[in-house]
């Protein structure tokens, strides 16, 4: 039996020393990770192609990682990235609040990619709404 609350994790980019918070606070439980539709944006940031098809989220090449070293899609392709609970001993998880947190920037961009362009706005918040498909950072985002 556990004597331990929970346990939080973040995914973290180790070789560009990059954190994208999954989840509430500061991290998610891994069942809430599991279960969250903002593991999509996993899936932008590991990327990796030279080309585009039917199906991707973004059809312009500067958008990506190739072409444009500031873009999201792609960004981590290739980098040692791990996902961190704090109760790991390693402390990589207490070092990542020193890495640069790319959440807001990534949630920001996968909203406007994926919600039809008049349906694009952004609030007091800095969340992006009409939409009920889309990721609500200030549902994820550590506050500061």
Not at 115 to 140: A, C, H, T
Request: proline residues 1%; aromatic residues 12%.
């Amino acid at each position: 039996m556990w004597n331990k609350m929970g346990q939080y994790y973040r995914m973290i980019n180790l070789d560009k020393k990059e954190v994208f918070f999954i989840g509430t606070l500061n991290g998610a439980k891994l069942g809430e990770i599991c279960d969250n539709n903002s593991m999509g944006l996993v899936g932008l940031l590991l990327r990796q192609s030279t080309d585009f098809g039917g199906g991707d989220y973004t059809l312009d090449k500067k958008d990506t990682f190739e072409y444009n070293k500031n873009a999201l899609v792609g960004r981590w392709a290739g980098d040692r990235v791990t996902l961190v609970g704090d109760y790991d001993n390693s402390k990589i998880y207490d070092e990542s609040n020193r890495y640069k947190n790319i959440t807001r920037h990534l949630i920001k961009f996968w909203n406007k990619t994926t919600i039809e362009e008049e349906q694009y706005e952004e609030n007091e918040f800095g969340w992006l709404k009409k939409s009920s498909i889309m990721v609500r950072p200030d549902m994820v985002i550590q506050g500061s």
